[in-house]
């Protein structure tokens, strides 16, 4: 099994979506800054974003790359089940990736790399298949 953090790459900054946007970005709200979150979800913002940007470029700072924010519950599930396009290795919970010379503890960022919710198939279901009794 390859492990995430052998292959996972390094964030970039890149600005702009390599496809064009289909439908407008709403950026009140930094889903990539964790001050964001202090005061819950947004969820009113969830509702806007299922009914007018379901597949939405999510602009971040100049130093970090953006990324694509699918908000529909259909729309996840296909993303979900086409690991050949979209990929949990890139991104996912971990949507910073700092210059290896950074991770700190060294130890420990490898650890949330390689962690479950970051796997795509079939490395994925191996792992789930192995804690599947638990």
């Known amino acids: 099994m390859n492990l995430v953090s052998d292959e996972i790459l390094i964030d970039t900054g890149q600005q702009s979506p390599i496809n064009e946007a289909i439908y407008p970005s709403f950026d009140e709200f930094g889903f990539w ?4 979150w202090t005061k819950g979800h947004p969820f009113n913002l ?4 299922r ?12 130093e ?7 908000s529909r519950y ?8 086409a690991h050949r396009v979209f990929s ?9 990736v700092a210059d290896r ?25 191996e792992m789930r298949m192995q804690q599947s009794e638990f």
């Open 101 to 125: 010379k950074y991770w700190k503890p060294e130890k420990l960022a490898p650890a949330a790399f390689n962690s479950l919710i970051n796997l795509d198939a079939p490395s994925h279901m």
């Open 33 to 36: 800054d964790p001050s964001s």
């Open 88 to 96: 949990s290795q890139r991104g996912s919970i971990n949507m910073l």
């Open 51 to 62: 009914q007018q940007a379901p597949v939405m470029w999510s602009a971040a700072p100049k």
């Open 64 to 70: 970090f790359s953006g990324f694509w924010s699918v």
């Open 46 to 49: 969830y509702r806007q974003m």
């Open 74 to 81: 259909q729309d996840i599930k296909e993303v979900e089940l």
